[in-house]
């Protein structure tokens, strides 16, 4: 599960064993959890699941998804590229 940022008591990460997976980000803060499809030709993203979080939390990391867009497309490519190698 490679972390690939820590914003606001969050952590960004991908799980390792989803290789079919078009690009997502997957959020935790203690129990709550969510992760979120990126379509980057639309510079939008999709909520896929949301586990124990309020209204402000999924706000706040949507903002922050969409803060980091490019960022996470970038670490998405790199972590794909790993695990051809």
């Known amino acids: 599960m490679p972390t690939i940022l820590f914003v606001m008591g969050r952590r960004f990460f ?6 079919n997976e078009p690009i997502h980000i997957h959020a935790q ?3 709550k959890e969510c ?11 999709k909520e896929a699941f949301c586990f124990n979080m309020s ?4 706000r706040q ?7 980091y867009f490019e960022f996470i497309e ?12």
């Open 61 to 67: 990391v949507k903002k922050l998804v969409y803060e």
């Open 14 to 19: 991908f799980y390792s064993n989803e290789r």
């Open 74 to 85: 970038e670490k998405w490519a790199e972590f794909q590229r790993r695990k051809i190698e």
């Open 29 to 31: 803060k203690a129990e």
């Open 55 to 58: 209204e402000r939390d999924q």
């Open 35 to 45: 992760k979120y499809w990126l379509d980057p030709g639309r510079f939008d993203i």
